[in-house]
């Protein structure tokens, strides 16, 4: 089979990670195979973000309007998810690659499925992370399109198992390939170079990420240390602000920034702090560790699995082993160089080349089983 369907509706104009991971996938996957042809669906917001489709001759792209996009809400999300049944039946003889489980066709055995995580699964009794909807789309309508898929893919060891206990589909049409880094190019800088006067939190700002959590930390030590804390990201920031317990210290919010803002920032960080309570795989501390930046991880979920030996670890439902962990490294230059040395050795096992090259493997299969 010489012809793939690429549902990259998932693309907006400000990318969050799956749309990171969709734009870098797609992008080498076309680059990587030359004998392949490609049905492209993107969205009008996500135009500039996946430029590199133009002018392509082993394209074809359709362009639908800017409100599929993730960035109108849950108006874009259920439009996406309605045109990716439309998508099953406009092309049942065709592989289709859904590379978020938000547009997963409910039965479609010629679908090759990511799914990225499974919050709401976990956090649905929980009404401070506000899942509790989002429960019964996982749960059933997800968990259809999982059983019925043709291969599903997750992007980490972790998220695999909680596939497999959720839903109990058939293990041999699961697969687990990790995302890679945006940055390619691992140069080691001289640690002593990084002016950064601040501690770093770069990511959403949503209930499950513990930017709360990181922010009353951060006050029970900030007169011990003098660094401020900036957190980067789109979310409801106003909601952070009334929960900062207030105190000693400087809490700056910078709201979302773009890529050349987050090179700086994870360039210049003195440390970089990532609480969430749960990742499906975790993006940005494999991004601070790409530049230099030493790491403060939660030590659940996949983040072990992804960063390693390459950061310090701390209890995200613990405030003071949050505390600690700082404090750890904010105070002890060589935990520091060891941190940024083992960071860059780390960050080099996760490459967009390798992962988009499994993709296409796991395409293969199922293409054979579509004879």
């Not at 969050?16 to 392949?36: H, P, S």
């Not at 699961?174 to 691992?186: A, M, R, S, V, Y």
């Not at 993709?359 to 579509?370: C, S, Y």
């Amino acid at each position: 089979m010489n012809l793939i369907l690429l549902n990259a509706t998932c693309v907006g104009e400000k990318p969050d990670g799956i749309a990171v991971y969709c734009r870098e996938v797609v992008q080498r996957l076309l680059a990587e195979k030359q004998n392949m042809h490609y049905i492209v669906y993107i969205n009008r917001k996500g135009i500039k973000e996946m430029a590199f489709l133009n002018k392509r001759n082993d394209v074809a792209l359709h362009i639908l309007p800017g409100f599929f996009s993730p960035d109108y809400g849950l108006i874009g999300h259920i439009m996406r998810l309605c045109f990716s049944q439309f998508l099953a039946l406009r092309y049942p003889r065709t592989l289709i690659f859904n590379p978020s489980q938000l547009e997963a066709c409910f039965y479609n055995k010629n679908q090759v499925l990511m799914v990225h995580d499974l919050i709401p699964m976990l956090f649905h009794n929980d009404p401070l992370l506000r899942h509790a909807k989002q429960y019964y789309f996982f749960k059933y309508i997800l968990g259809t399109a999982i059983r019925n898929a043709g291969a599903v893919i997750s992007p980490s060891f972790h998220t695999l198992d909680m596939i497999n206990k959720w839903f109990r589909p058939n293990p041999g049409k699961l697969f687990t390939i990790h995302n890679g880094i945006k940055t390619p190019e691992i140069k080691p800088i001289n640690d002593t170079k990084r002016k950064g006067n601040f501690i770093l939190y770069l990511g959403r700002l949503s209930p499950t990420k513990n930017v709360t959590g990181l922010i009353n930390a951060y006050r029970k030590i900030a007169d011990q240390v003098p660094q401020k804390l900036v957190i980067a990201g789109g979310g409801d920031i106003e909601r952070l602000k009334k929960g900062d317990p207030g105190g000693s210290g400087t809490v700056e919010f910078v709201g979302y920034v773009s890529d050349e803002e987050v090179d700086r920032l994870l360039s210049t960080a003195a440390l970089f702090v990532f609480p969430s309570f749960y990742e499906g795989f975790g993006f940005p501390p494999l991004e601070a560790m790409v530049r230099g930046c030493p790491v403060v991880v939660s030590n659940v979920s996949s983040l072990p699995e992804v960063c390693g030996k390459a950061a310090i670890y701390a209890d995200p439902c613990d405030i003071n082993s949050i505390s600690k962990a700082i404090l750890r490294v904010l105070q002890d230059k060589d935990l520091q160089s060891r941190l940024i040395k083992a960071g860059y050795k780390r960050a080099r096992r996760f490459n967009w080349t390798r992962s988009a090259t499994k993709h296409q493997q796991v395409f293969d299969f199922i293409a054979e089983e579509m004879k």
